[in-house]
């Protein structure tokens, strides 16, 4: 089952009609536009030439059947293609450092044997998903806005072989999914990765007695709570707090147990600091909660 690229979102909402309905435990591939809607195909294109209504075009959204409000939806990321060249770019006022920046400029990197080619420079493909939440209960939010609902998170952890937890908050979910990177450096500072098409295929699972707080990503060997507010204080105190949970619910550990755990042995990282909202994680080996 597939979902195409002509259908997108721009507002991740209750009242978006699904592009598809699958069942609980399908495999379902979305194919994606990059974040500038595919605009941005040489180096004489420029983001300010772009349609900003028209940013961070998400596919979908995707309806599952037995999705219900208070349920979880696990994503499985099986497979992560991207095309052949992707598009990085800097600008006045974008970024981290957009005060410090005078002109435009757009560099088109090529894909090959697993690396990007930026300037002579080889540096390696981390394929990832910047867009992927369901439909939050409320008001909708733009898809380059992330939150509880997951949206434009821009964490490189969410990428191939992981398992991501999201919230239930309307039937059917309505997961949409858009904003790949080829290769992005944790806080994306400028405001851009290597931005890129391509496709992701899913395995979408409902859940329905999953206590943990989301949006959750878990590895192989790490479990990580992603948290999204205004500032990076708040947006760490959450995803801090998040975890501290999952490790009393996991262990017979006290809070102060669970807190003293995480100062020895957790890692509190950047996923993005450029969009309306940051992005925060944090991160425990499993080997911990045996």
Not at 133 to 156: F, L, V
Request: hydrophobic share 40%.
């Amino acid at each position: 089952m597939r979902i195409g690229k002509d259908q997108t979102i721009y507002i991740m909402d209750k009242e978006n009609k699904p592009a598809l309905k699958v069942k609980s435990g399908d495999k379902v591939v979305f194919e994606t536009c990059d974040c500038f809607h595919d605009t941005i195909k040489s180096e004489e294109d420029t983001i300010s030439g772009i349609d900003f209504d028209h940013v961070n075009p998400a596919t979908g959204p995707l309806y599952v059947d037995g999705a219900e409000v208070g349920d979880v939806l696990k994503v499985n990321i099986l497979r992560i293609d991207i095309a052949s060249q992707g598009a990085a770019v800097a600008a006045p006022g974008m970024g981290r450092i957009g005060d410090r920046i005078k002109q435009e400029e757009t560099v088109i990197c090529k894909i090959q044997g697993g690396y990007a080619q930026y300037k002579d420079l080889k540096i390696p493909l981390n394929k990832m998903i910047g867009v992927i939440g369901t439909a939050p209960a409320g008001e909708g939010i733009p898809t380059g806005t992330p939150h509880d609902h997951g949206g434009n998170m821009d964490c490189t952890l969410i990428t191939e072989g992981i398992s991501l937890y999201l919230p239930v908050n309307v039937e059917g979910a309505l997961l949409a999914i858009g904003d790949l990177h080829a290769a992005m450096g944790d806080g994306e500072i400028i405001g851009a990765g290597l931005e890129i098409a391509g496709e992701v295929e899913v395995k979408v699972t409902v859940l329905k007695d999953f206590d943990f707080k989301l949006p959750l990503i878990e590895t192989k060997d790490r479990w990580i709570t992603l948290a999204s507010r205004k500032t990076m204080e708040e947006a760490s105190d959450l995803a801090i707090n998040n975890m501290v949970d999952l490790v009393m619910k996991k262990t017979n550990f006290t809070i102060n147990e669970a807190g003293i755990l995480l100062s020895l042995a957790g890692n509190l990282r950047v996923a993005q600091i450029v969009d309306p909202n940051m992005t925060m994680r944090m991160e425990l080996d499993k080997k911990y909660l045996n």
